[in-house]
Structure formats: C-alpha cells, structure tokens
C-alpha cells in the first residue's frame, strides 16, 4: 500500500474533484486503513464482494459501483451501493426503472469510447437519446462514467477524454443533476483530470497489486 502515493493524489485534487479508492480485489485491512485516516469513497466491481465488505466495514462509507451489471442483479447491486458508475445497457436502465423502490437511485451513464465492438457503454447519440426520454422512473442521472483505453497513444487518448468532456459538458445542459465526470483510473488520472474530470478512480496505484 502506497500512502504517499494516496496523499499526493488527494491533495493534488481541487475541491470539486472527488478521489474514489478503488478496493476490488484488495484486503480488508487496507481499507480500514484508509478510512481512518479520513476516506470515505470506496469503488468495487463485484457484488458478492461488495456485500461482505460492507458487512464488516463502518456504515458512513459511499460506495460506488463500477463492475458489469447483470441484468439479474440490478436489484442488489442498487440495494448495496449509493452511485453506480457503469450502466451502459438499456436494460439495466429498464430493470431499475421497474424496482419498487423509495429513493431515487443515482447512477452515471457509461461512454463507449473507442471502436472496439467488446467494448460496453453507450454511443454519443444514444446518451442523449436516454437524456431527452422522459425520465427513467426511480433514476436520478448524476453524469457519465468512461474508461480510457489502455494501450493506446497519448494523442489518442486525449482526442477521447476531450469528446468525454464535450459529451459530459452538454449533458449537463439538459439536465440539472449532472454534475459528475468519472474518468481517470491509475494509469490516466493526470490526464483525466487536466480533461475535466471531477471524479477519478484509482485502485493499484494507491492499494498495490490485486490479490484476488
Ligand atoms: C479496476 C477499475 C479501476 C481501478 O483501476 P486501477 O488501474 O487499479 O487504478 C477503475 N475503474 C474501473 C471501472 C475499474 O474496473
């Protein structure tokens, strides 16, 4: 664990830049580490881990959801975090939308960047289709989440960051609640951020190498 690294990010961010510790894959002990030293944001990928940490870990944590989703666990998966990064499928959307539930369920809209057909999230055009829709019942859209390409040249990372940036700067046109971009993870926060990014997610560089 690398608590210079964790202290240079944090205070390197403005005050309108949130730093979520990515803690898939990584210990316990660490996280608690980190959360008596005052962190509060905590990003997992998985479900079932999910629910075990948040069993045995203090109840003021944000969590925040960036795994696939299957469409069968949209339910718990909203039930256990409180802003979920990675919807990139109208059914998910749908499945939400249809849960009988009290409060409005935060999540982000994920760009597909790139033209790699694997690839999840939404086309440009698609995003602000779902913006323009009559509101998805039960979902309040906070803003959009993308995942830089890895292995790519820096020219070309930059041309995506900046149409993530013109895609999130419009979206907050149309909608008031947008107010987050979450781009940037340990290898591409600097420039994230340097993009516009307010919300950068960064697990190895600040926890270590996963263990699971
Ligand atoms: C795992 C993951 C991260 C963190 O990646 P690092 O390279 O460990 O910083 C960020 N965002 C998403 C969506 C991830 O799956």
Known sequence: ????????????????QKLIAVSKGQDIDKIKHLY???HRDFG???LQELKE????????ITWHFLGNIQSN??????ACSDLVHSVSR???LDKISQLDVKKNIEILLQLKLGEEQTKSGFSEIEIYEIMEQNQFKNITIKGLMVIGEGRIEEEKLKAQFLQ???????MKTMKKDVEYLSMGMSNDYELALAYGSNMVRIGTSIFGARTK
């Open 90 to 92: 109208l059914k998910v």
């Open 164 to 170: 993530a940036a013109n895609v999130f700067n419009k």
């Open 36 to 38: 008596d030293i005052g």
């Open 44 to 46: 997992e990928n998985f």
């Open 73 to 78: 666990k949209v339910k718990d998966i909203v």
């Open 1 to 16: 664990m690398n608590l210079d690294k964790f202290h240079n990010i944090s205070n390197a961010l403005k005050s309108h």
């Open 53 to 60: 940490k948040k069993d045995m870990l203090p109840k003021d």
